[in-house]
């Protein structure tokens, strides 16, 4: 008999107590007949705000309007150049040409995954004009803050963390997102802090950059049918998402203790040629479970014949997109390029099974 499928995520699996607050918190928003931009929303803002080392926080409608709003916020224009990385799954690079930057592409570092701090070093000097750096917690990895921030400050760039992946993680004690200018979340259903929907926040380190996005998210309004920001679009967090965001963020960091311990033990699992993108320390969320292999397709190969899920984040490079290959015309990229074609996402989430986990680990030692 064929073992159970085991999936990468599975979002029909719930936590009874998490269920119940979840249903309270649907009934009382109900109730209040208040659905946007009402209470819930302004204490999510606060309650993120104290998180990120007093940041004032913008709650929006999705992580990919978050990292536009960031942009036009702190007034990246047409024709800016912008550096980001080019193997986080094209956001950052998207919301930089929907502005209408220019994106410079950074290489990663070849252990970590993350931002490489030379490639970055480069790039400035290729391209002194660069106005703000986009750096990706990618995998909920932070990258290396302190040394970014350094280059960043000391050329009077703008410095933008995309948190999408990475709430609840810490460096040197510093919150990410509480690094940048300005930092981004992204609340979709597989995120760590997650709602039942979209949702998105940004988060800055001014006052009043937070609320020159504020108006942008809002149609542009400095009050009522009053249109005082050019580009300004309709992107709220509705009060049922941010109820529910309130309620899962005393999970947060339990939840990701054990996404830790989960990528920790496949780590353990795996012999030299192989390695977990991954840290023991509260800078690695675990949101993913991503793996570096010498040999992909005979591994996937062994998941598949154990009926353990895969996946891949993410198997296309930015200047690899068919829609974008304009923009990169002779970019080369080796350490993403030798990503791309190693990289495989395990299961990893809250509610896995410690039978599920030890089929996992089974499996990584046999490859």
């Not at 950059?209 to 249109?227: F, H, V």
Request: net charge negative; charged share 20%; proline share 3%.
């Amino acid at each position: 008999m064929k073992a159970k499928f085991i999936p990468t995520n599975d979002l029909a699996r719930w936590d009874v107590a998490d269920l119940a607050d979840i249903t309270k918190s649907l009934t009382d928003v109900a109730n209040s007949g208040n659905f946007m931009r009402g209470p819930n929303t302004a204490a999510l803002e606060s309650e993120l705000g104290q998180i990120l080392n007093d940041t004032t926080v913008v709650c929006v409608g999705n992580g990919t309007d978050a990292l536009v709003l960031s942009l036009l916020s702190l007034g990246i224009k047409h024709g800016d150049k912008v550096a980001t990385v080019a193997n986080a799954g094209g956001y950052a690079t998207g919301a930089i040409l929907r502005v209408g930057a220019i994106p410079i592409l950074v290489d990663v570092d070849l252990n970590t995954a993350q931002m490489s701090t030379a490639s970055l070093s480069a790039q400035l000097e290729a391209n002194a004009e660069v106005k703000a750096v986009v750096v990706t917690h990618l995998y909920g990895l932070m990258a290396d803050m302190q040394l970014i921030k350094e280059m960043t400050k000391s050329n009077g760039i703008l410095l933008i963390e995309d948190c999408a992946q990475a709430v609840g993680a810490k460096l040197g004690g510093i919150s990410a997102g509480a690094w940048g200018d300005a930092s981004t979340f992204s609340f979709y259903p597989t995120k760590n802090l997650a709602c039942l929907g979209d949702g998105g926040a940004v988060a800055f380190k001014k006052s009043e950059t937070a609320e020159i996005c504020r108006r942008l998210a809002q149609y542009g309004w400095s009050e009522r049918y009053i249109i005082s920001e050019a580009n300004g679009m309709n992107s709220r967090l509705d009060e049922v998402q941010a109820a529910i965001l309130r309620s899962r963020l005393k999970r947060l960091n339990h939840g990701n203790q054990v996404r830790r311990s989960i990528v920790n033990r496949y780590s353990e699992s795996l012999d030299k040629s192989r390695y977990m993108i991954f840290s023991e320390s509260e800078s690695f969320t675990g949101h993913l479970a991503v793996m570096v292999s010498p040999n992909r397709q005979a591994d996937i190969d062994r998941f598949t014949l154990a009926n353990v899920g895969f996946g891949i984040h993410y198997p296309v490079l930015d200047h690899q997109q068919p829609a974008w290959s304009e923009h990169f015309v002779g970019v080369s990229l080796p350490n993403s390029e030798k990503f791309v074609e190693s990289i495989i996402t395990l299961p990893c989430f809250p509610l896995m099974t410690s039978d599920e986990i030890s089929r996992v680990c089974k499996v990584l030692k046999s490859l």
